[in-house]
Every structure is written in structure tokens, then in C-alpha cells.
T-cell receptor
């Protein structure tokens, strides 16, 4: 059974204070690892897809990386508007369902 | 390009009632997946529809059922509502096997 664990559950940063969010996963055959951003009461917004170990993707202040056991979402010089819950999900080779972690709630203070 | 839309945005039902939630896919997408998200947790996969057929199901009882229509829109039906069914219900559309894009969700409260 696929498992996805995100840490920390919550993270408070000062504006400009860089940090990383972790997503550890167990899957029989990884077909893709996905990062989404979710604002309160809204649907998840797609950020990145990573397919193989060593792959990296960047978008503005965010950079996602992937190893065979985990993924990191690095946030460089965050701003208050980066405050949200960040969700990680995996899709295995055998199916099309996404298995999500519990999310990391990020709060960036000005 | 129109994104994924869901209706209604909010719904209040009482225990034992039935509910139907609706989803319109993003243009060009042929696959719809439904997820349940309890407060403070990640989304849980309910089922997926591709070409009007169920194409995968998560650990949810048969009282959760669905439909996909020829225009790729979809419905989620839940019978005999229970208090624990209170959650945000998310619909995601995609081309088969590709990245899933989520709608805004329907917030269901069961009293």
C-alpha cells in the first residue's frame, strides 16, 4: 500500500527566511510525484510533477527535488502570500489514483 | 480555457439523506477523479471515471457512487449520509494518466 508522509505538519517562517518541506513516500513503482498548493476552503492548485530521482523543477520562489525515497519543496525568501498548505501526492505505475500526504501548513509572517 | 467547476459550493444535509454533487471537466480532459478531504487532512481517493466507466476505486463503501456523462462531466452520489461524511469533496479532471487539476470543491455538512 502506498504511503506518503509530510513533515513538518506546520511551519512558521519570517518573511525572507528560506526553508524546506519534506515528503517521504513508499510506493511499489513511482509513476509521478506531485506538489500542490491549497488555500483555505479551496481546491488544490497544481505546482509540479517529478518523475524520476534527480529531477528538479522550479517556479518563482519554489524548487522541488526528488530522490528514490523523498521529495523536498524548497522555499527561497518566502513572502506572506506563500502562506498555504502544501500537499504532496504520488501515483504508482499500476493505477491512476493519487495518494496524498497530510500536508504542511506554511505561515509566513511579514 | 475553462477550468474545473463544481456545484454546489456548500451543502447542508441531515443524517440518512442522499446527496448529488456535480463536476464539469476542464476543456480537453476525458478523466474525472473524486476525492474526499476531511478537515486538516490530505484528500482521499474515492473513485475515477474514464470514458463513462469507473476506472479505479478507493476504500469507500458502495453508498458512494458516480457517473460520467458523454461530455465528460461527472456526478458523485452519496446515499444514507453519515456524520463522518462531512468533508470537502474535490473533483479533479485530467487527460487519462496525466496531471490532475482540481476544482474548488463542495463543502458538505451532515447534521
Amino acid at each position: 500500500e502506498d504511503q506518503v508522509t509530510q513533515s513538518p505538519e506546520a511551519l512558521r517562517l519570517q518573511e525572507g527566511e528560506s526553508s524546506s518541506l519534506n515528503c517521504s513516500y513508499t510506493v511499489s513503482g513511482l509513476r509521478g510525484l506531485f506538489w500542490y498548493r491549497q488555500d483555505p476552503g479551496k481546491g488544490p492548485e497544481f505546482l509540479f510533477t517529478l518523475y524520476s530521482a534527480g529531477e528538479e523543477k522550479e517556479k518563482e520562489r519554489l524548487k522541488a527535488t526528488l530522490t528514490k525515497k523523498e521529495s523536498f519543496l524548497h522555499i527561497t525568501a518566502p513572502k506572506p502570500e506563500d502562506s498555504a498548505t502544501y500537499l504532496c501526492a504520488v501515483r504508482e505505475n499500476a493505477g491512476n489514483m493519487l495518494t496524498f500526504g497530510g500536508g504542511t501548513r506554511l505561515m509566513v509572517k511579514p | 480555457e475553462t477550468g474545473v467547476t463544481q456545484s454546489p459550493t456548500h451543502l447542508i444535509k441531515t443524517r440518512g439523506q442522499q446527496v448529488t454533487l456535480r463536476c464539469s471537466s476542464q476543456s480537453g480532459h476525458n478523466t474525472v477523479s473524486w476525492y474526499q478531504q476531511a478537515l486538516g487532512q490530505g484528500p482521499q481517493f474515492i473513485f475515477q471515471y474514464y470514458r463513462e466507466e469507473e476506472n479505479g476505486r478507493g476504500n469507500f463503501p458502495p453508498r458512494f457512487s458516480g457517473l460520467q456523462f458523454p461530455n465528460y462531466s461527472s456526478e458523485l452520489n452519496v446515499n444514507a449520509l453519515e456524520l463522518d461524511d462531512s468533508a470537502l469533496y474535490l473533483c479533479a479532471s485530467s487527460s487519462f494518466g496525466e496531471t490532475q487539476y482540481f476544482g474548488p470543491g463542495t463543502r458538505l455538512l451532515v447534521l
